[in-house]
T-cell receptor, first 112, second 112 residues
Framework: DGGITQSPKYLFRKEGQNVTLSCEQNLNHDAMYWYRQDPGQGLRLIYYSQIVNDFQKGDIAEGYSVSREKKESFPLTVTSAQKNPTAFYLC???????????FGPGTRLLVL | SQQGEEDPQALSIQEGENATMNCSYKTSINNLQWYRQNSGRGLVHLILIRSNEREKHSGRLRVTLDTSKKSSSLLITASRAADTASYFCATPRGGATNKLIFGTGTLLAVQP
């Protein structure tokens, strides 16, 4: 998992609640990413950030929000607008957009 | 949409045998990457092959790239039970926002 950490490992969300997933890296990488993985599926890109204070929507951004106030941190908020949030969420970082991506250990989000 | 499609979806072999996984993609690329994911964990980068390379080795891994057929293969020789994991190929998405697109993966089970 390298120098990228995610917390918590498991997260439970109640109906109508917003929850925030943490992602921190000490690799001095400029680019960071959030992916969603459903059982038996590949990764789908939620949001990505090429540089501090900038981020772009991925393929499935609806119901999610992010911020990139620091180079090391890229938190993901799953809002109440996301109707099917149960999934495995993976954060990654890279030196540049097409470079090798380093992944965190993931956060599994479950809805109560 | 998924650019990379892995084949087969699942593969079961005996320890010591070789395992071959294939990846097909749709558009021109400048590199292709292979990642491994153990169950419930983040992805780990295995190898990157550039479009001007035809073959690349890393330990027991051998990757080939055929840009005319838009396909790549990952060969794991002398497999071990610890190789049991899902394997994903990833290709950069072209255009103004280059980023990786991951395939749906091949689940490899190595029986001891």
């Amino acid at each position: 998992d390298g120098g990228i950490t995610q917390s918590p490992k498991y997260l439970f969300r109640k109906e109508g609640q917003n929850v925030t997933l943490s992602c921190e890296q000490n690799l001095n990488h400029d680019a960071m990413y959030w992916y969603r993985q459903d059982p038996g599926q590949g990764l789908r890109l939620i949001y990505y950030s090429q540089i501090v204070n900038d981020f772009q929507k991925g393929d499935i951004a609806e119901g999610y929000s992010v911020s990139r106030e620091k180079k090391e941190s890229f938190p993901l908020t799953v809002t109440s607008a996301q109707k099917n949030p149960t999934a495995f969420y993976l954060c990654a970082s890279s030196l540049g957009i097409q470079e090798t991506q380093y992944f965190g250990p993931g956060t599994r989000l479950l809805v109560l | 949409s998924q650019q990379g499609e892995e084949d087969p979806q699942a593969l079961s072999i005996q320890e010591g045998e070789n395992a071959t996984m294939n990846c097909s993609y749709k558009t021109s690329i400048n590199n292709l990457q292979w990642y491994r994911q153990n169950s419930g964990r983040g992805l780990v980068h295995l190898i990157l092959i550039r479009s001007n390379e035809r073959e690349k080795h890393s330990g027991r891994l051998r990757v080939t790239l055929d840009t005319s057929k838009k396909s790549s293969s990952l060969l794991i020789t002398a497999s071990r039970a610890a190789d049991t994991a899902s394997y994903f190929c990833a290709t950069p998405r072209g255009g103004a926002t280059n980023k990786l697109i991951f395939g749906t993966g091949t689940l490899l089970a190595v029986q001891p």
